[in-house]
C-alpha cells in the first residue's frame, strides 16, 4: 500500500468530518466576497465549489483549500465597471487560468520556495488577527459589513477599527448570546478530557455550536422574541424554486468579447493576484502541515488555473488558494485532499437540496467558530518565538503583520517580503568574502578570499573595498574555495589589476583563472 493510500484510509472519517466544518466557514465567505465583488450572488458559491472539487482533484496539495478570495474582490469590481458586464469577467477569469497553466509548465511556481519564512509566520499571525477583528461586529449582531472582507477599508466606508466602534447603540443581545455559547461550546468540546470519547473526537465542535446556534435561535422566536435574530442576521443563500432556477444561476462567458484588448489586462491583474495568493497559501499550508509534507508549487499552479477555466465557463468568480479556509482545514482535523473535495460536494449538495435550512445558520455562531481559528493562528507563542529568533526574523514578521492589516494581504506580501530580502541582501553583501592584512620585511600584503557563491549582489562590497587599497601595496585575491563566480566580480577585478599599476600596487589571483567557475544558463 502507498504511503498515499495509507494516509487516505487513516484519515478518511475526520477529512469527512473537516470537509463539513470547512464548508460551513467557507459559505459565508462565498457570499460576500460576491457582494464585495459586485458580481451576481451564486458566482461565489460556484467558485466555491469549483475550488473543492476541481481543484482539489488535480491538485498536489494535502490540505489546500480553494475558492474565491478577498484579495481579488477589487479586481473583479473594477472589472465589471470597466467592461459593463459579468459576462465579460468570465472571460477574463478563463485566459487568467490559461495564462496560470502557462506559469505552471515554465515552472513558475519555484518562486514560492523563495518566500521568507519569517514573511509567511506573518501572513498567518494578520490572517488571524483579521478574523478576530472582522467577526467582532458580527460577534455583537452587526452585520452590515460582508463576510470575507479582509482588507482595513470595508465596503460601507468604515475600517476595520471604525466598524467595530459602531457597535456601540447598535448591539443585539441575541447575536452576544449565541456568540458567547457557541464559543463556550466550542472550547469545552476541544477539551482533551472529552477527546476521550469517540462522539466527541469524531463529532466537530464547530458543526455542534452551528446545530445549537439554529436551535438557540428557534427558541428565541418563541420565548424570547426581542433575541431572536432577523434574516439580515443569517446567513443568505439565494433559493431556487426550481431544478431550472437552480440551472439559472449558472452563467456562461461571451466569447465574442475575446477580441477586446481590455480582458487581456484584466485576466493579467487576475493571474498575478491569483497565483501569488495561491502560491503564498501553499506555503503557508504546507508549514501548518503536521505531516510537514512539501506541495509541487508548479503543479499547483496548474491546478489553479484548470479550477479558474473551469469556474470562468460556468459563471464562478476566480479561484485561489485561501489561507483562512485552510487553516480551518488543518485545526478541524483535515489531513488529505479528501477534506478539500468533500467541502466542495457538501457545497453543491446543500445549495441545491436545503439552502432554506442554511439560511437558518447566525453570522453569530460562524463568528465563534472563527474566533477560535483565529485565535490558533496569532498566538501569543508565536509572536514569542519568531520574537527570540532576532530582528532579522522579527522585523519582517511584525510589519507583514501590521501591514496587511491596516492595507491588505498583497500589500503586505509586498512589504513584508521585501523587509525580508533586504536582511537577505545585505547579509550576502557582507559577507562576500575575508580579508586580512598583514607586513612583512616592510611590504604591505592584502589577502582577499572570495566566499563560496560570489555573485553581481557583492559587486558593490568588492568594489569599494579595493578602491580603498592604498599604494604599493601587494594584494592577493584567493579565488580557490569559490565554487561560483559572477562574471561581474571577474570584470573589477580585470579593471583592478589594470589600475593597480598606476598605483604601484602587485595583483595575484589564485583560482580564478578558470572562467568555467562562471558557467551559463545555456552551457548547463
Known amino acids: 500500500m502507498s504511503l498515499n493510500e ?87 477569469v478563463v485566459v487568467a487560468g490559461v495564462f496560470q497553466i502557462v506559469l505552471g509548465f515554465l515552472k513558475a511556481g519555484t518562486i514560492a520556495y523563495f518566500f521568507p519564512n519569517a514573511m509567511i509566520k506573518g501572513i498567518l499571525a494578520s490572517i488571524g488577527l483579521i478574523l478576530i ?51 463556550a461550546l466550542i472550547i469545552i468540546w476541544d477539551k482533551p478530557a472529552l477527546k476521550k470519547f469517540s462522539f466527541f473526537k469524531f463529532f466537530p465542535s464547530a458543526l455542534a455550536a452551528v446545530i445549537l446556534s439554529m436551535a438557540l435561535n428557534e427558541f428565541f422566536k418563541t420565548a424570547a422574541p426581542t433575541l431572536a435574530l432577523g434574516a439580515e442576521h443569517l446567513v443568505e443563500l439565494p433559493v431556487a424554486k426550481s431544478a431550472s432556477d437552480f440551472l439559472g444561476f449558472f452563467s456562461f462567458p461571451d466569447f465574442s468579447l475575446l477580441a477586446n484588448p481590455k480582458i487581456y489586462g484584466i485576466a493579467l491583474s487576475i493571474t498575478f493576484i491569483a497565483s501569488l ?20 508549487t508548479n503543479r499547483e499552479l496548474k491546478a489553479q488555473g484548470i479550477g479558474n477555466i473551469v469556474a470562468g465557463l460556468i459563471g464562478g468568480l476566480p479561484v485561489t488558494a485561501v489561507i483562512v479556509r485552510t487553516s480551518a482545514n488543518v485545526g478541524a482535523g483535515g489531513r488529505t485532499k479528501t477534506a478539500t473535495i468533500t467541502h466542495g460536494i457538501i457545497m453543491l449538495l446543500c445549495i441545491a437540496l436545503i439552502p432554506g435550512l442554511l ?46 492589516m491596516f492595507t491588505d494581504l498583497i500589500t503586505g506580501i509586498m512589504v513584508g517580503g521585501s523587509i525580508a530580502i533586504f536582511f537577505v541582501l545585505r547579509d550576502n553583501y557582507k559577507n562576500a568574502y575575508l580579508h586580512d ?28 573595498f579595493l578602491d580603498h587599497i592604498p599604494k604599493n601595496e601587494k594584494v592577493i585575491i584567493d579565488g580557490s574555495a569559490a565554487k561560483f563566480v559572477h562574471p561581474d566580480i571577474f570584470d573589477i577585478i580585470d579593471d583592478f589589476k589594470e589600475g593597480a599599476v598606476n598605483k604601484n600596487i602587485s595583483v595575484e589571483c589564485i583560482g580564478l583563472d578558470d572562467r568555467s567557475k562562471t558557467k551559463t544558463f545555456w552551457k548547463e
Open 277 to 296: 495568493e495561491s502560491l503564498l497559501s501553499t506555503e503557508a499550508g504546507d508549514k501548518l502541515d503536521p505531516y510537514k509534507r512539501r506541495t509541487n
Open 437 to 464: 592584512k598583514v607586513s612583512h620585511d616592510k611590504e604591505n600584503e592584502t589577502r582577499i578570499k572570495l566566499a563560496q557563491e560570489t555573485t553581481f549582489l557583492n559587486k558593490a562590497d568588492i568594489l569599494l
Open 133 to 183: 477583528l472582522k467577526q467582532i461586529p458580527h460577534a455583537f449582531g452587526v452585520d452590515g459589513v460582508f463576510e470575507g472582507i479582509q482588507s482595513f477599508w470595508n465596503n460601507d466606508g468604515e475600517n476595520t477599527f471604525s466598524e467595530i466602534a459602531r457597535i456601540y447603540g447598535h448591539v443585539h443581545w441575541g447575536a452576544v448570546t449565541i456568540t458567547l455559547v457557541c464559543m
Open 359 to 404: 439560511n437558518k445558520i447566525p453570522l453569530a455562531a460562524l463568528a465563534a467558530v472563527l474566533f477560535v481559528v483565529g485565535s490558533k493562528l496569532t498566538s501569543f507563542s508565536i509572536y514569542k518565538s519568531v520574537f527570540e529568533q532576532g530582528k532579522k526574523q522579527f522585523l519582517p514578521f511584525i510589519t507583514t503583520i501590521l501591514v496587511v
Open 6 to 92: 495509507n494516509m487516505f484510509k487513516k484519515h478518511f472519517v475526520t477529512d469527512i468530518i473537516s470537509g463539513i466544518v470547512v464548508f460551513l466557514i467557507a459559505l459565508p465567505l462565498c457570499l460576500g466576497i460576491s457582494m464585495a465583488s459586485g458580481a451576481p450572488l451564486f458566482t461565489g458559491i460556484i467558485a466555491g465549489i469549483v475550488g473543492g472539487i476541481v481543484v482539489g482533484f488535480v491538485s498536489g496539495a494535502s490540505i489546500n483549500v480553494s475558492g474565491p478570495a478577498a484579495s481579488v474582490a477589487l479586481v473583479i469590481l473594477t472589472a465589471i465597471q470597466t467592461l459593463g458586464s459579468f459576462d465579460a469577467v468570465l472571460i477574463a
